[in-house]
Structure formats: C-alpha cells, structure tokens
C-alpha cells in the first residue's frame, strides 16, 4: 500500500515537473471578443496579484473562424508553480493536474464575469 502511494506520489510530482517546465497555453473563444477581452484581462490581473507573481500571464494575437474569435493564454511557470502549492485548484474536478488547472482557470474566469470558452493546448 505504501509502495502505491510513493509511486502516486512520484507520478504526481512528474506531472507537475512537466506543467511548470512547460508554460501551459490555454486556447479561449468566443463570439463578443473585446468585451471578453477586458474580462479576462482584468481577471488574470486579479489572480496575479492573488499569486504574488509578476509577468504571470500573456495573452496572444486572437484569429477569427466561423464567427468565432480565439486567442491563447499562456501562464508563466511562476504563476502555475503558485496556483498548484497554493492549493487553489483544491476544488478543480479533473484526473490530470493539467485538467484540474483549465477547470480551475475557467470557473475564475467565469466567476470574474467572463463568458469564454477554454481548452488546453500544450503541456
């Protein structure tokens, strides 16, 4: 039983490793894009003065598709290293980290208002 939790543990600490190594970018769509914008903009202000973190964001150049207008987020290694150990996503449903921390950053930014759909690109 131990031995099981070691390696759950050590699984864990890999998937975490990977996630802060890489930068996570989150892909965001929707119909009203300067008003979401604004929203998410100001949200991710928000959680990274809640983080402490300085540069813990970028947000892309958007492109438009079938009415639809998407743009990336990327977090910074920083900020994903403090959402993480903060525990924050305590709350976030998902079998992988990766997936707990989009559900986690799509019920901020809904709760912040925002109307936007997200998706994990790269991890």
Known sequence: MAKLAECQNASLKNQIHRIVQMKPLFQLSTRRYDEELALVKKAM???????????????????EKAGWTFFNLELSAEMVSVIENSGMMENAGGFSISEQLKNFLGHFLESKGSNVRITKTAY
Not at 45 to 63: A, H, R, T, W, Y
């Open 45 to 63: 202000g928000d959680l990274e003065s809640n983080c402490k973190v300085k540069d813990g964001f970028q947000i892309k150049e958007p492109f």
